[in-house]
T-cell receptor
């Protein structure tokens, strides 16, 4: 009963390094998304996907890339890490594209950029 | 002005108390509404959806006022385990990418 699985749980990077945050779901959900959460702020949408092969930008996409080659996986790539990207990252999924379906979250990746 | 606003709290209440949170949203086209609960350094978890007629789940009651564009959450008989941050979530339209999260209201239930 895995749900949404994110790896790694913690990561420390140096400025300029690149890395990929992994997200996988086993619920056959069409919709997947990436958020970042910073102190005192709500979750902000980075990128989302409404199905395999389809991705689009959210509110704060700069510095991040995504791809969706399968229904299950939705990795988030940091191209050249910056201290401003220090945050907690959550991946979420929901069934269908209906907005009345709640999102299910992974347990997060805590990322620090030095 | 933020699209979804909440009083950040903290709300410190004794066990057994009743506590209410409000949330306001600015986009009148918003179509669906949720309350999520987030424990410290954990992922948000769905507490309940909010329906136009209001709905109840055990000790929790959610209300929606579309005319005034606010959502409320009432917790009766507070438990220590209710201590968490409560996130108001609004979906502007028909697709998941239109979810907007409020900054959350922190609740501490004291023994």
């Amino acid at each position: 009963n895995a749900g949404v699985t994110q790896t790694p749980k913690f990561q420390v990077l140096k400025t300029g390094q690149s890395m990929t945050l992994q997200c996988a779901q086993d619920m056959n959900h069409e919709y997947m998304s990436w958020y970042r959460q910073d102190p005192g702020m709500g979750l902000r949408l980075i990128h989302y996907s409404v199905g395999a092969g389809i991705t689009d930008q959210g509110e704060v996409p700069n510095g991040y890339n995504v791809s969706r080659s399968t229904t299950e996986d939705f990795p988030l790539r940091l191209l050249s890490a910056a201290p401003s990207q220090t945050s907690v990252y959550f991946c979420a999924s929901s069934s269908g594209s209906g907005g009345n379906q709640p999102q299910h979250f992974g347990d997060g990746t805590r990322l620090s950029i030095l | 002005r933020k699209e979804v606003e909440q009083d950040p709290g903290p709300f410190n209440v004794p066990e057994g108390a009743t506590v209410a949170f409000n949330c306001t949203y600015s986009n009148s086209a918003s179509q669906s509404f949720f309350w999520y609960r987030q424990d410290c350094r954990k992922e948000p978890k769905l507490l309940m959806s909010v329906y136009s007629s209001g709905n109840e789940d055990g000790r929790f009651t959610a209300q929606l006022n579309r005319a005034s564009q606010y959502i409320s959450l009432l917790i009766r008989d507070s438990k220590l385990s209710d201590s968490a941050t409560y996130l108001c979530v609004v979906n502007r339209g028909n697709y998941g990418q239109n979810f907007v999260f409020g900054p959350g209201t922190r609740l501490s239930v004291l023994p």
